[in-house]
């Protein structure tokens, strides 16, 4: 089981940036694809970003496609979520994932198996 860290969340106004990180640790990282989730108030949480275990393929929902970048340091075992232009709509708690298999690149949050405590990003109007 991998452990994973999150931090980075804050309030930022509408148009702002923030960067989330996650830090992992327990097993190779670099054989896993990574994911974000996100959980806004009152909803499921979905599908935000997903990177292979290389770095070399990305997916996005499409709501945020053009305006988040998920990227991976395997030195540092750490995934990263740019967040530009961000809207109100964004607010949400955000989760780092693993998924159970390595090498396999999914966006099913069933398939996630390890999970960070989350972190909150909250955008104002």
């Known amino acids: 089981q991998v452990q994973l860290v999150e931090s980075g969340g804050g309030l930022v106004q509408a148009g702002g940036s923030l960067r989330l990180s996650c830090a992992a640790s327990?097993?190779?990282?670099?054989?896993?694809?990574m994911g974000w989730f996100r959980q806004a108030p009152g909803k499921e949480r979905e599908f935000v970003a997903v990177?292979?275990?290389?770095?070399?393929?990305?997916s996005y929902t499409d709501s945020v496609n053009g305006r988040f970048t998920i990227s991976r340091d395997n030195a540092k075992n750490t995934v990263y979520l740019k967040m530009n232009s961000l809207k109100p709509e964004d607010t949400a708690v955000y989760y780092c994932?693993?998924?159970?298999?390595?090498?396999?690149?999914?966006?099913?949050?069933?398939?996630?198996?390890?999970w960070g405590q989350g972190t909150q990003v909250t955008v104002s109007s």
């Open positions: 994932a693993a998924p159970r298999t390595m090498f396999v690149l999914t966006t099913a949050e069933p398939t996630f198996g390890s």
């Open positions: 990177i292979s275990w290389s770095g070399g393929r990305t």
């Open positions: 327990g097993r190779t990282f670099s054989s896993y694809a």
